[in-house]
Nanobody
Framework: QVQLVESGGGLVQAGGSLRLSCTAS????????LDWFRQAPGKEPEFVAL???????YYADSVEGRFNISRDNAENTVYLRMSSLKPEGTSLYYC???????????????WGEGTQVTVSS
C-alpha cells in the first residue's frame, strides 16, 4: 500500500509561482508513473502532468511551457513546479501513482487527498 501526501498549495497572484510536492510512504515509488491532476468544483478531474519511471515528462497542452514535473526517487517524492499561474488554474491538485501510465484519471493505483491552489486575478 502506498500513501501519498501533497503539500505546497496556497494563494498566489496571477503570474506567480508555486511548487507542489507529493511524498509517498509505504513502499518505494521508483517503478510507478507519477501524475498530477486538478479538479475545480463541479468539474471532472483534469490531467496536468505525469512523469514515468524513466523520468520522461508529459504535460497537458494547457500547462506546457509553464509547469515542470520532476521526481526524486531517493526522497520518494514528485514535484510540480508551476509558473505563470492563471486564475483558471484554481483547483484542488492531486497526485497519483500508477504502475501503468496514461492521461486518464482512471486506472491509477493510489491517490493523495489533494492540496488547494488558488490563483487570484
Amino acid at each position: 500500500q502506498v500513501q501519498l501526501v501533497e503539500s505546497g498549495g496556497g494563494l498566489v497572484q496571477a503570474g506567480g509561482s508555486l511548487r507542489l510536492s507529493c511524498t509517498a510512504s509505504g513502499r518505494t515509488i521508483n517503478s510507478y508513473a507519477l501524475d498530477w491532476f486538478r479538479q475545480a468544483p463541479g468539474k471532472e478531474p483534469e490531467f496536468v502532468a505525469l512523469i514515468d519511471w524513466n523520468s520522461t515528462p508529459y504535460y497537458a497542452d494547457s500547462v506546457e511551457g509553464r509547469f515542470n514535473i520532476s521526481r526524486d526517487n531517493a526522497e520518494n517524492t514528485v514535484y510540480l513546479r508551476m509558473s505563470s499561474l492563471k486564475p483558471e488554474g484554481t483547483s484542488l491538485y492531486y497526485c497519483a501513482a500508477a504502475t501503468g501510465y496514461g492521461m486518464s484519471a482512471k486506472g491509477k493505483d493510489y491517490w493523495g487527498e489533494g492540496t488547494q491552489v488558488t490563483v487570484s486575478s
